[in-house]
């Protein structure tokens, strides 16, 4: 059985939690990629500042229709992964995940209409019989579709009835947001593609950067807010 908490030293450089007021940190549930996701309950004491204690944000969870992605959750250790919405039912707040140049992770707010969908990258993709390929997503969920053009590193746009809205392809145009390596949190266009490295332009300059550290969120311009 998981431990429920960890020690707060040894929690990833991503979470944005202060690392020497505190011995122990909350261990979120497993299922999503651990260095880009939060607990609920960090969210709700670190990021939106709602509460203190742990009794507190069990309250919450409680009290109010608390959505992720559309879902409703009442575990604090649920996590919200990078580029999933949370959403509060009776406040009509909503946010999204996202990851700064500081390595950290913040939310940024949303209107009614962004928070319907979800961006999430191809992690791999199998051949399961005749006309079933599984995509395997960044979100750790895998989605069955009979349409063979989306090859792995493309993005997907996800409503929350899991159905594709937009297939954002790994070309040049497309714009990227960094979630590794030096440029991490940055954001940029497509120049050029080679075998295992990308050229971005950002703003007035270019650099290259893995082709793994990266998340396509626009076809030309991002479909999502980062500030």
């Not at 944005?16 to 909350?26: D, Y």
């Not at 792995?152 to 947001?177: P, R």
């Not at 075998?195 to 332009?201: A, T």
Request: net charge positive; proline share 4%; aromatic share 8%.
């Amino acid at each position: 059985m998981a431990k429920r908490h960890m020690k707060t030293l040894t929690a990833p450089v991503t979470w944005p939690i202060k690392r020497k007021t505190s011995k122990f940190v909350i261990r979120s549930n497993p299922g999503k990629l651990f260095k880009y996701s939060l607990p609920l309950a960090i969210v709700f004491k670190h990021l939106l500042k709602y509460c203190k204690t742990h009794k507190e944000v069990k309250a919450i969870l409680q009290d109010n229709e608390v959505l992720v992605n559309g879902q409703r959750r009442k575990d604090a250790k649920y996590p919200l992964g990078l580029l999933d919405v949370l959403s509060f039912s009776k406040t009509k707040e909503h946010f999204r995940l996202v990851l700064g140049t500081n390595k950290k992770m913040y939310l940024v707010s949303l209107s009614p209409d962004q928070a319907k969908y979800r961006i999430v990258k191809i992690l791999g993709k199998h051949i399961i019989g005749k006309e079933k390929i599984q995509l395997n997503l960044f979100d750790s969920t895998n989605m069955l579709v009979k349409d063979n053009t989306h090859k792995v590193g493309d993005s997907l746009i996800i409503d929350f009835k899991n159905k594709i809205q937009k297939h954002l392809a790994m070309e040049k145009g497309a714009y990227v947001f960094l979630i590794a390596g030096k440029h991490i949190g940055e954001h940029g266009q497509v120049l050029e593609i080679n075998k295992n490295m990308i050229k971005i332009k950002r703003e007035d300059s270019e650099f290259e950067t893995p082709k793994e550290g990266l998340i396509i969120i626009g076809k030309t311009k991002p479909e999502i807010n980062l500030k």
